[in-house]
């Protein structure tokens, strides 16, 4: 079970870096903050308790960590949300 939630994670991540990374995306500015999503050490800011900004989570999907990802993408990603949780 774990190793499932770890390989969503990492594909979800890969998914979500692509449509991050898009001219198209970057250039509407349409993004929103998708909470679970990232992996460890890779958010784009503060992810609660005892960290400071960008790429201080601790754990793959942790639930108060988030990355900026296009609207309408996150609720589609395996573990992703719009809010902390």
């Known amino acids: 079970m774990n190793n499932k939630l770890v390989l969503n994670s990492a594909v979800a991540a890969a998914i979500t870096m692509a449509v991050v ?4 995306v970057m250039a509407k500015g349409d993004m929103e903050k998708c909470y679970g999503v990232a992996k460890a050490g890779q958010n ?13 989570s601790t754990k793959d ?3 108060d960590a988030w990355m900026l990802v296009a609207k309408g ?6 573990g ?6």
């Not at 992703?80 to 949780?85: D, F, W």
């Open 80 to 85: 992703g949300s719009l809010t902390e949780k």
């Open 21 to 24: 990374n898009s001219p198209v």
């Open 61 to 63: 999907a942790q639930g």
């Open 44 to 56: 784009d800011c503060k992810a609660g308790p005892g960290t400071s900004c960008a790429g201080t």
């Open 73 to 78: 993408t996150c609720e589609k990603l395996v």
